[in-house]
């Protein structure tokens, strides 16, 4: 399968794309032919080699914490999904991500993808749209209120319904720097 490989720590310029092996899913896990993956902060943090001491990537390294696509194969032991369930899925940092043609993870880091969100939208959600869904959450904050975050808006497959419409200042200092 094809993969974008980080050859070595540093820019861009230290991608390039090269075959690797289809991997195949241990009990467990669950293959998926990933159709999007998303592009996060963290992974330019790995990928410039400022978290090589805490966690060591194997190079060639494959990136990508975010992604979606669909079922291809199920590991023993995995009930809840079948094969060509639409997934969003949530990769480890552990040089075996999601820029690839495809994925395995744990049936733990997998979510069924909601009817009518694109695979590019369902990429988008796993990090930024959870930590969106978090700060929403932690702030007590209706998007109604003139704080509007997609993962807030979205179908309640994919959010809690427990969202309420008053903002709590209380809670406000975890989330904005004293002094």
């Known amino acids: 399968m ?14 390039e794309i090269g075959d690797i092996p289809t991997p195949k899913p241990g009990p467990g896990e669950i293959l998926i032919k990933i159709e999007a993956s998303a ?33 291809s194969a199920l590991g023993d032991g995995v009930t809840g999904f079948s094969v060509g369930d639409r997934v969003v899925a949530d990769f480890a940092a552990n ?30 959600l796993v990090k930024a749209g959870l930590t969106g869904r978090q700060a929403v ?3 007590d904050v209706e998007p109604a209120t003139g704080f509007w975050s997609p993962a807030a808006s979205a179908p ?9 419409s008053r903002s709590a200042p209380s809670r406000w200092p975890a989330f904005v720097p004293s002094g």
């Open 95 to 124: 040089g075996k991500g999601a820029h690839a043609e495809y994925g395995v993870l744990p049936a733990t880091a997998i979510a069924k993808l909601p009817a009518g969100l694109s695979f590019e939208e369902g990429a988008s």
């Open 39 to 71: 592009v996060n902060p963290f992974d330019l943090i790995l990928r410039q080699g400022f978290m090589a001491r805490f966690i060591p990537l194997p190079l060639p390294a494959v990136l990508g914490g975010d992604a979606a696509g669909t079922i």
């Open 2 to 15: 094809k993969a974008a490989l980080l050859k070595s720590y540093g820019d861009v310029d230290q991608f």
């Open 156 to 164: 309640s497959a994919v959010r809690p319904s427990n969202i309420s």
């Open 137 to 139: 959450e932690a702030l």
